[in-house]
């Protein structure tokens, strides 16, 4: 069974930074595209960032500078680290492992919320 499992949300002030983790069982993170994503309320579902199995990072514009994704291999867990956060940052964050041919799939998401 494939799971993939966030953790690290939580609330934090403006400014402040917090560290998401994707940890992902069944499946070798290695060998997908692996993102986050967000969802803040009454908005659609946006991409954060991407990190493909080879090649360049992907961010939006909206994070560039601000968060930086990585991944473990040891760990089989990739991860957000997100500095200066505002409160626009203050949404639903979702892991997700992606491949144009396996199976994609979704963590269950990870509440942010930044605020003062």
């Known amino acids: 069974q494939v799971q993939l499992v966030e953790s690290g949300g939580g609330l934090v002030q403006p400014g402040g930074s917090l560290r998401l983790s994707c940890a992902a069982r069944?499946?070798?993170?290695?060998?997908?595209?692996m993102g986050w994503y967000r969802q803040a309320p009454g908005k659609q579902r946006e991409l954060v960032a991407t990190m493909p199995r080879v090649g360049n990072t992907n961010y939006a514009d909206s994070v560039k500078g601000r968060f930086t994704i990585s991944r473990d291999n040891a760990k089989n867990t990739v991860y957000l680290q997100m500095n200066s956060l505002k409160p626009e940052d203050t949404a639903v964050y979702y892991c997700?492992?992606?491949?144009?041919?396996?199976?994609?799939?979704w963590g269950q998401g990870t509440q942010v919320t930044v605020s003062s």
């Open positions: 069944g499946i070798r993170v290695t060998i997908y595209t």
């Open positions: 997700n492992a992606a491949d144009t041919i396996l199976p994609n799939y």
